[in-house]
């Protein structure tokens, strides 16, 4: 296979870099090592706020940015500062909320401050058939409890990386996401599995993170590949010079594809990496 000018690499974690048992096989990152050596810019690329991004990627010599919250933060580790946000205006949060409060089957979480934040008196962890036990375990750790989170978010006008909905029924799920998307249309709504749905504003997702963190760099959209495998990765992969597809996604996300790689329980992220970057 050709290999292509790539200078960035945008990665989801979650059925991406990730194998099912949330790990990052040492071959994985003896790859992405490589990748960086030789000096290209890899970077997590996720819904996950800053509190859940995941050691085992960070501890990667070289890695010192991470999008975060589907492209709504983007930090600069080195620097421990914020070089890039697109928020959800807390007025629109507050709407939001209002809605999503009244629903069955599912329940909201705050995404601000790099942290996930519940509601203390509402909130109740849901279970779903399609949820890994690794992925409950990260979910438990994870959410801060606060009394009167919404009455929080309007007193203190807090803007939002994200609003995010965990549900019991799927097809719950895509109902109520086809009710909000028309009372909400100046919003972004995706999910990356069955069971999630999120909220974003318009300004903000991974391809747009990518892109703009790419200005900042002086990287062009041709040089950037993202590696995905769900619906909250579209946009990135639209707009990414080289989208690659893992072997595990959907069929619908597949067609974002300029190459599908091989599944995220075989190194699939690697495997692109080596044939298309690696000199």
Known sequence: MEKRKIRMIGLDLDGTVFNNAKVITEHTREVLTKAIRQG??????TGRPECGLPEQFLAIPGVRYALTSNGARIIDLAERKVIYAQLLPWETAAKVIDEVSTWEHCAWEAYYDGEIFVDADAYRFLDHPDMLPALKSYMRRTR???????EKIRREHISMEKMHMVFENTEYRDQKMQEIREK??????SHATTFNMEINSSDAGKGKGLV???KILGISREEIMACGDAANDWDMLQMAGFPVVMGNADEETKKLAAFVTKSNEEDGVAYAVEQY???
Do not use: I
């Not at 290209?40 to 690329?45: F, I, R, S, T």
């Not at 909400?184 to 709504?189: Q, S, W």
């Open 40 to 45: 290209v810019v890899v970077l997590p690329a």
């Open 144 to 150: 801060q409890p606060v009394k009167h989170l919404a």
């Open 184 to 189: 909400f249309p100046g919003l972004a709504f």
């Open 212 to 214: 703009a963190l790419g």
């Open 277 to 279: 970057v690696l000199r």
